[in-house]
T-cell receptor, first 111, second 120 residues
C-alpha cells in the first residue's frame, strides 16, 4: 500500500472549516483514499473514502486532486467534538486488505 | 451502522498471567477481523489478521505464541496475551469487515472501542 504524509498537528477555530491535507504521491490506480479519526482513547471512526471524484457525506467532504497525489479532508463547521487525530490511508478495497495507519494529524479545535 | 464491541474495556493483571480480549461484530458477520495495538501518543500498529476457520496471519515482528488469536465464529475473535509483562501494557483495538464471501460490499473496516491492558 502507498504511504501517506500528513502534518503532525493543526489548529482550527470552532465554527470554521477545518482543512486537513494528505500527500499520497505514490498512490496506484486502484487504491482508494480513506479517512478515519480517533478521539482520545476510543477506536477509530470511519469518515469518508474516495477514488478520484470528490465525495461528500454528512460528516465531511473529500477533495482529491486530479493527479490523485494528494487529498484534503474538509470538516465544514468544526466543533470542539471534532478534536481528534485524523488518519489518511490508501489501500485497495478488498476485504482481506489491511489498513496501515500512519502518524495522522492531531486537529485541535479551539473555542 | 455496523457495530463492533470489545470486552473487557479495560483490564489490570499481574505479570505472568494471561489475558483474553474478545471482539464481537454485533449486527453483522465477518470472516475477517484485525487486531491492532496502540502505545501512548503513537499510531495504531497492525498486529494480525484473524480469519474465521483458519489460522491467523501475523505481521512481521509480532510473536504468534505470545498473542494467540482464535476466530471461533463469524462474529467473534479473541486475542489472548500469554504470560503478560509490563511491556505488553497497551491499548488493543480490533476491527471487522462485513462479509463472509470473497468479496464485500463494504469498503471500510469497523473498529471496536478498544481494550486498555495494564500489566503490573
Amino acid at each position: 500500500d502507498a504511504k501517506t504524509t500528513q502534518p503532525t498537528s493543526m489548529d482550527c477555530a470552532e465554527g470554521r472549516a477545518a482543512n486537513l491535507p494528505c500527500n499520497h504521491s505514490t498512490i496506484s490506480g486502484n487504491e482508494y483514499v480513506y479517512w478515519y479519526r480517533q478521539i482520545h482513547s476510543q477506536g477509530p471512526q470511519y469518515i469518508i473514502h474516495g477514488l478520484k471524484n470528490n465525495e461528500t457525506n454528512e460528516m465531511a467532504s473529500l477533495i482529491i486532486t486530479e493527479d490523485r497525489k494528494s487529498s484534503t479532508l474538509i470538516l465544514p463547521h468544526a466543533t470542539l467534538r471534532d478534536t481528534a487525530v485524523y488518519y489518511c490511508i490508501v489501500r485497495v478495497p478488498l476485504r482481506f486488505n489491511k489498513f496501515y495507519f500512519g502518524s495522522g494529524t492531531k486537529l485541535n479545535v479551539k473555542p | 451502522g455496523a457495530v463492533v464491541s470489545q470486552h473487557p474495556s479495560w483490564v489490570i493483571c499481574k505479570s505472568g498471567t494471561s489475558v483474553k480480549i474478545e471482539c464481537r461484530s454485533l449486527d453483522f458477520q465477518a470472516t475477517t477481523m484485525f487486531w491492532y495495538r496502540q502505545f501512548p501518543k503513537q499510531s495504531l500498529m497492525l498486529m494480525a489478521t484473524s480469519n474465521e476457520g483458519s489460522k491467523a496471519t501475523y505481521e512481521q515482528g509480532v510473536e504468534k505464541d505470545k498473542f494467540l488469536i482464535n476466530h471461533a465464529s463469524l462474529t467473534l475473535s479473541t486475542l489472548t496475551v500469554t504470560s503478560a509483562h509490563p511491556e505488553d501494557s497497551s491499548f488493543y483495538i480490533c476491527s471487522a469487515v462485513p462479509g463472509t464471501s470473497g468479496t464485500s460490499s463494504y469498503n471500510e473496516q469497523f473498529f471496536g472501542p478498544g481494550t486498555r491492558l495494564t500489566v503490573l
